[in-house]
């Protein structure tokens, strides 16, 4: 885990996107945001949803942070412009739920959603995480490092490096992260998979996402 990442880009400013942005300005991070409106429109937004973070375009936003989170409707991800994020860290927290995304059959197989996005945004050192927690536990169920309560939070990816890093964002704003390996172990973190939705500490996550891989 390095906590050496100092800017934060988030695409999409709804309720994932904001409640991240809430805990990474309370962690001290420079957070810009990016969504599909034109820039004064997401700054009056967030001075309200994230007051501290700033509004910018898409491309500025992924060219100007060390991690790039994807909060924005799965049915978006082919507006994602593949070259801007050649070489960053990316951290996919979007999820796919047909009854609001509509059936879009690349997401209809047995892989992860993340793996569709990674082989769109191909340079890209994709990390999946967040997409098993509720938007509003974000901010409710953060706690400092060694509280009994604190919560886990998987990741995976294939660039280890990229892993560490997003390990430590994790970590500073509230939650215990749990290293899943590689991205087809994100598998295990899908809709209606062993942890999504549960409030679980690490080692409880650990167990349940090693009994999902061996069962795959
Ligand atoms: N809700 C949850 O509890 C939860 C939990 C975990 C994961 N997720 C996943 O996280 C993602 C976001 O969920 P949400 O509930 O936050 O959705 P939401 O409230 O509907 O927000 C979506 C945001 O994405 C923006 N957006 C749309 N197209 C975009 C584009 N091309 N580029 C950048 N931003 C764009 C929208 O802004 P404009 O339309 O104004 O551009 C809006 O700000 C989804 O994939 C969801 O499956 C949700």
């Keep these: 885990m390095r906590d050496v990442a100092k800017t934060i880009g988030i695409l999409g400013a709804g309720r994932v996107g904001t409640a991240l942005a809430r805990r990474a300005v309370a962690a001290g991070y420079e957070v810009r945001v990016a969504t599909a409106k034109p820039v004064a429109e997401i700054a009056l937004l967030l001075e309200i949803m994230a007051p501290g973070a700033r509004a910018d375009d898409a491309e500025a936003v992924v060219a100007g942070s060390d991690i790039v989170i994807l909060a924005l409707p799965l049915s978006k991800y082919r507006a994602l412009r593949p070259e801007l994020f050649a070489g960053k860290v990316v951290v996919d ?70 892993r560490d890093l997003v390990a430590g964002f994790i970590d500073r704003i509230g939650f215990d992260p749990v290293d899943a390996g590689p991205l087809a172990a994100s598998r295990g973190f899908a809709t209606g998979g062993p942890i999504f939705g549960a409030s679980l500490g690490r080692s409880e996550m650990r167990r349940r996402l090693q009994e999902a891989a061996l069962a795959a």
């Design 93 to 162: 927290a979007m999820n796919y739920w047909a009854p609001t995304d509509g059936v879009i059959p690349e997401f209809e197989g047995a892989g992860s959603s993340s793996e569709v996005v990674q082989d769109h945004l191909a340079g890209a050192r994709l990390v999946r995480s967040f997409n098993h927690m509720g938007y509003h536990e974000i901010d409710e169920a953060a706690r400092p490092a060694g509280d009994p309560q604190r919560r886990a939070l998987a990741l995976a990816g294939d660039d280890g490096e990229a």
